[in-house]
């Protein structure tokens, strides 16, 4: 009975001592910033966080790429009145050096929802937008078949033009993903090789 009485009374205090509110100073912490963290909440405001050392804009960190995007683009769009990336990107080459035929069906009617509407279907610079003069857009759009500026015009500066826009074509950046605008660039070159080849 007396070894029941010391067993239940040294387990008593084990546990009252270990639930006590006794504040336990810990060692030296090797990385304070990731020990305790300086978390925030997403709609607060933070504009004084340059005050308390925070260094945070909400920007990713320059030539990081975003998840699930790939084949990055070097070049930045021209400023106003420049030319100079325009013409570097006759230098940057294409990743997609062929399509299967599942992928070139694909970039095929990717061509003709985007790009037919104004180059048309065949790629003579005559689609809907412009019916040989007869449409509501007075200007031809650039002949991709059969005019020599446009069948030489290398792979990256094609891109540049689709990514950013040319004269009066916009940009379609926000229609097609960077595979997407490099695959109608490639189909294009294989139409434009094809039609050298029958010639």
Known sequence: MNKFLTLTFLAAVVILTSCSDVKRKPGSIYMPDMAYSRAYETYADHSNLKEKGINYNAKPVEGTIARGMDMPFPLAMDKVGDTANYFASKLVPSPIDTLSVKELAEAERLYLINCGICHGTKL???GPLYKGGDGPYPVKPATLVGDVRYESMPEGQMFYSVAYGKNQMGSYASQLSKHQRWAVIR?????????????
């Open 124 to 126: 003579d610079g005559n």
């Open 187 to 199: 189909y294009i070159k294989i139409k434009q090789a094809a039609a050298k080849a029958s010639k």
